[in-house]
């Protein structure tokens, strides 16, 4: 099976020294709201950490999750059980979703997006660019809007068919690492047009796992 995303999510010492409290630092992008999460309205593995009492409250926001311990338990003791929990949560496509919490509004959005588009950046201006560049081709990045990727491409086309291979399944694979990162958009070829010289939409479909882990 492939390997899972990779999810930034480490514990930390919170403000007040509070050991009730374990807080754990994410990466950019896993989630775009802050807010308490009522148990009612928590992601399932997370809901099911209130059902047994081993959380009282979640806090949520970018970069940063609070959860505190129910008496009695500690986190030496359910620490582990509680990060499983918050991963597969965060490792979902699009991380943690906001469900009937506030939206920390669009300057939150807007700095998740630029430090995904400096792993992009990286990205592109590593091996990947090489690869494209002595194909006498480019990847441009023109940005990222709520962990959507926006490219297009320049230089010698080669078809739209081998275009849309080149970004589908060599680029989205090195990205899907990025955290936050929810799919490629690409805005056109600079080089394919119509007969009537209008630019061609390159529409991707976004790489699906079936049960065995293999894309389709």
Same mark, same amino acid.
């Given at each position: 099976m492939s390997a899972p995303t990779p999810v930034h999510l480490h514990p930390e010492a919170v403000a007040d020294g509070d050991p009730a409290v374990i807080g754990w630092r994410i990466g950019p992008g896993l989630v775009r709201f802050t807010g308490d999460v009522p148990a009612g309205e928590a992601p399932p593995p997370v809901r099911a950490l209130f059902? /047994? =009492?081993v959380l009282t409250t979640v806090h949520v926001s970018p970069g940063r999750i609070e959860t505190r311990l129910a008496p009695g338990r500690t =986190? !030496? @003791? /359910? @620490? !582990? +059980?509680? +990060?499983? =929990?918050?991963? =597969?949560?965060l490792a979902a496509e699009g991380g943690w979703r906001c469900d009937g919490a506030d939206d920390a509004g669009p300057a939150v959005r807007a700095a998740a997006d630029r430090e995904i588009a400096e792993r992009v950046r990286a990205v592109l201006d590593g091996d990947f660019g090489d690869y494209t560049a002595s194909h006498g081709g480019s990847v441009d990045l023109v940005g990222v809007t709520d962990g959507v990727v926006n490219v297009v491409l320049g230089g010698q086309c080669h078809g739209c068919a081998a275009a849309d291979n080149t970004v589908r399944q060599n680029l989205e694979g090195r990205l899907r690492v990025i955290p936050g990162f929810r799919g490629i958009a690409v805005a056109g070829d600079r080089n394919c047009a119509t007969s009537d010289n209008r630019r061609v939409s390159l529409k991707l479909r976004r790489l699906r796992r079936d049960p065995d882990g293999n894309g389709a």
């Open positions: 059902d /047994d =009492a =986190a !030496a @003791g /359910d @620490g !582990a +059980r509680i +990060r499983s =929990a918050l991963y =597969a949560v």
